[in-house]
């Protein structure tokens, strides 16, 4: 597992046969991916792994940290593409006719889904199964 780890797939893919080839190709990949210095914002060059440590730690806490933003400058310079009206009908729950137009626009021998039927069986028994098809595809969809 070690020396399928540092060497890269296609050897691993192509099954070279543990050779001094493979080894010294695997060993030369580790040379060149390693970090030997980081340098800070101040540019600051460190070598050791404590100071490594701590750069790379401090780069990362920086990074992640919360800063003070104002969302609403950059807000208002968006343009609304979304009217009223068209927001109200994106919004607005979903009705039994747009469930059954979804599944009678699929073709009835198409793939199955998870639990393994497929358009045609919900097609055929819509009658008997419309209400749980639509409670669950509301409830997933609102979750």
Not at 27 to 56: C, H, P, W, Y
């Amino acid at each position: 597992m070690y020396w399928r780890q540092r060497a890269k797939t296609h050897w691993y893919r192509d099954g070279d046969l543990n050779t001094k080839f493979f080894h010294g190709t695997a060993t030369s990949r580790k040379k060149v991916n390693q970090i030997l210095s980081l340098e800070t914002n101040e540019v600051i060059r460190t070598t050791d792994d404590a100071g490594m440590r701590f750069v790379a730690k401090s780069y990362f806490e920086e990074l992640f940290e919360g800063h003070e933003s104002v969302r609403s400058l950059v807000i208002n310079l968006l343009n609304q593409v979304i009217d009223n009206e068209d927001n109200i009908q994106l919004t607005a729950p979903f009705c039994r006719a747009e469930f059954k137009e979804a599944m009678f626009s699929m073709q009835p021998d198409k793939c199955s889904g998870p639990e393994g039927f497929n358009p045609g069986f919900y097609q055929h028994f819509w009658s008997t199964c419309s209400d749980d098809i639509i409670n669950e595809c509301c409830q997933w969809m609102n979750e």
